[in-house]
């Protein structure tokens, strides 16, 4: 028995089908025999998946573990090493360092979201 969509604690449209992709793949290696090889957590699917799985149950104030449903956003993203400085080795600050943070999450996401789906995507 698979569980997908907002039933699994994410929430959303895009989020519930991307969960429904994951289970369904995971559901067809299962019945080839085939490695399941989840998503790379520093991936969108990943870190949602990640964080559905209980990689980001949260204890507040030392009372009960506690779990937000969530859509995807970069704060489910690991952090990285990331140099705030633009191109022409100026240090950057605000909303522009904000910005370069997201577009370097966002590459290293596609990178390894590629490898993942050259290494995976032949069920
Ligand atoms: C008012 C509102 C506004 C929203 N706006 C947005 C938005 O703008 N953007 C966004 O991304 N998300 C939005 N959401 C969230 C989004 O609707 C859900 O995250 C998403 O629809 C969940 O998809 P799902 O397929 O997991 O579940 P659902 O869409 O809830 O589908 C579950 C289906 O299972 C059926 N079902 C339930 N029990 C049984 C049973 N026992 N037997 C057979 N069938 C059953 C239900 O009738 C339903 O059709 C909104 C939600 C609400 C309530």
């Not at 604690?9 to 895009?14: A, N, R, T």
């Not at 080839?32 to 507040?60: D, F, K, M, W």
């Not at 970069?74 to 140099?83: R, T």
Request: glycine share 10%; charged share 20%.
């Amino acid at each position: 028995l698979r569980f997908a969509g907002q039933i699994t604690g994410c929430e959303g449209y895009v989020e519930s089908a991307a969960v429904g992709l994951i289970a369904g793949r995971m559901a067809a290696c299962e019945r080839l025999g085939r490695e399941i090889v989840p998503p790379p957590q520093t991936a969108a699917i990943g870190a949602l998946l990640n964080h559905i799985t209980g990689g980001h149950i949260e204890s507040i104030d030392a009372g009960p573990r506690s779990f937000q449903p969530m859509n995807v956003n970069f704060g489910l993203f690991p952090p990285m090493e990331f140099s705030p400085k633009s191109p022409d080795g100026k240090r950057l600050r605000g909303p522009e360092k904000a910005v370069a943070k997201k577009r370097a999450l966002s590459e290293r996401a596609e990178a390894d979201m590629t490898q993942w789906l050259k290494a995976t995507v032949a069920l």
